[in-house]
């Protein structure tokens, strides 16, 4: 017998999708008031790699007013289960000691990546630090995690495209589908 494909089953659709991360562009600017001469503020957002690539990419363009993009780069899972034992695979190039920094992720799940990140990046002295999470699986939660900002709250399904892959694979596909269901 031949091996058959996965199943996937569309859970957020791009137009689905392109909605709500606009509105996610307005709701961080909001959060960040003009400094006291009303200059915007300048927020840096540092994505997560390689999973935010994509949320990152449209967020960016979302959010009004001065951006500027760093990237880290962490591994923690093998196939669908998080090994808990994160790692930092590429470091951020700018100094961020000043700086409004605001972590786009690709989905919370453990929390245990977040958690990681968080210490990692707050003892370097940022003026603030936000976290922007495209999805959240707050059922899947071993460590508690602070989430600013949340594009969609998810049920514990595995969940592949928008940038999530199943290793390495999916990430190309511009919808949220649901992996293993018909
Ligand atoms: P955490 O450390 O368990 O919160 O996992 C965070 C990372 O696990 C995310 O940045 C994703 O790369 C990956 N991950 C967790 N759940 C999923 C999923 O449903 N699909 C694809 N990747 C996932």
Known sequence: ???????????YSPAVIANRVAAMGLEIRALYPPDSDANPTRITLIGVLKGSYVFLADLARAIPGPVEIEFLGVSSYNGTESSGNVRITHDLRADIAGRHCLLVEDIADTGLTLDYLRRALEVRGPASLRVAAF?????RRIVPVQLDFIGFSIPDHFVVGYGLDYDQLYRNLPEVAILGKA
């Open 135 to 139: 999805l959240d699986k707050p059922s």
């Open 1 to 11: 017998m031949m091996p058959q494909p996965p199943k996937l089953s569309t859970l």
